[in-house]
């Protein structure tokens, strides 16, 4: 694949403002996401689905992910470590599958509980199902989290610093993220209607 033409680059020095406001945006959601996860981990008056857990630590580590290269100290670098730019891009292209898969998870929880909570056993008391639940969004960004860091590593001069993180000058590994993330929306519609309107709902005849 070609890489992005040079005309489209962005400098990370000419808009300063922007990447404080995007830092400032990315760490007040890792910050607020991981106070709501801890205080329902220490608090024995909240009681939450095991799958919201998942669900609030991914999309923490989704914000911590963007905000690397500020960590690092190289947010204001042209040519920060290729190192943590490699890392970086493979973890922006890889976690937008944590946070899909995590959310489906979470999704397909409540939708049981709303409408099996009376008639059937809550999915807690199949261990199988609920571990499955909650490793499989984890295993599959592990995978993607592997693949893109070998790719980058292989071919580091495809990583650049495009002003506020890193990316791989590539097409593919955008696209094989943006297909699964659609894939998965696409899936939780459904399950939202169910929501809005009940399974058990007969309409009348006309």
Known sequence: MNPVPDSIEFKPSSSKTIVSLFIGLELSGAIGMAVILFTAIFSHQVKRLATWYTFCASWTISCLSYSLLFFAGEISSPEPRKSICVLQAA????????????????????????????????????????????????????????????????????????????????????????????ITTFSTIPIQGEFIIPGDLVMPEL
């Open 91 to 182: 973890l922006i292209y890889s976690v937008p599958t944590l946070t899909a898969s995590s959310t489906l998870a979470l999704l397909v929880h409540s939708w049981y509980n709303v409408h099996f909570g009376l008639s059937k056993p809550p999915l807690e008391s199949n261990p199988r199902v609920i571990v499955t639940m909650l490793s499989a969004p984890f295993l599959l960004w592990i995978l993607l989290l592997i693949g893109f860091l070998s790719s980058g590593i292989k071919s580091p001069s495809l990583v650049h610093n495009f002003g506020l993180y890193c990316t791989f000058m590539q097409i593919l590994p955008a696209k094989i993220s943006s297909l699964f993330v659609i």
